[in-house]
């Protein structure tokens, strides 16, 4: 069932309707989705975004995309105006993952919280390069039942990468010089217009594409405290 019936949040009362089984962040939905032994899919938006908007249109509003979601999910919407520490933490793990951030954010996490692929937004059928959305969700949900030992070392690199990066200017902004000379490497699962997740198969250093990372790095060591401690 959704649960944002009782949020606070007007973006999060904008979902609450949608036939998802949306919940809020916190520790229930992580341990339905340790019960369920299913991945996790964050949602993260504002009520002013366009993009945002559009995804909700197109596949959150749309029977049989929700129908997948609750399947092979627990989903979680999380408005960044109200918990800009959880958007702040997986923008800086999806920009380490070489992608470009932006909103919708749109992670897959273990049950435990942490990232190990993501987006923003994707079209409902292939379109604009992307896949479309309902071929990266069975996608990703096939890597994590069947390919663990792969999940488990990137969230195991992507948690290195993040823990270098909160101690390496603490309190400020990061520069390039310093993401560049974390030199964690990782394989990154891609995903192509078909949404057939390929296995984390292009090698990559964490940092040569990062462009969008934490305004605040004391908070971003609070929230990794919190989800990595």
Known sequence: MNRLDQATSPYLLQHKDNPVHWTT?????????????VPV???????????????????????????VMNELFVNIKVDREERPDVDTIY??????????????????????????????????????????????????????LRQPNTVAKNVGALKEALGKLSSSRAGGMPSLDDLDNLGVGFRVAQCS???????????TTC?????????????VTSVMAAHYG
């Open 41 to 67: 899919l964050l949602s993260v938006g504002y009520a002013a975004c366009h993009w945002c908007h559009v995804m909700a249109h197109e596949s959150f509003e749309d029977p049989a995309t929700a129908a």
């Open 193 to 203: 217009a078909e949404g057939d997740l390929h296995s984390f198969g292009r090698r």
């Open 91 to 144: 923008q800086s793990a999806l920009a380490l993952l070489g992608e470009s951030g932006g909103w919708p954010l749109t992670m897959f996490l273990t049950p435990d919280g942490e990232p190990f692929w993501g987006g923003t937004y994707f079209p409902p059928t292939a379109r604009y390069g992307r896949p479309g959305f309902i071929d990266v969700l069975k996608s990703v949900h096939g890597t994590f």
């Open 25 to 37: 962040w916190g520790p229930d939905a992580f341990a339905e989705a340790k019960r369920r032994q």
């Open 207 to 219: 940092c040569h594409k990062v462009r969008y990372w934490a305004r605040d790095g004391k908070r």
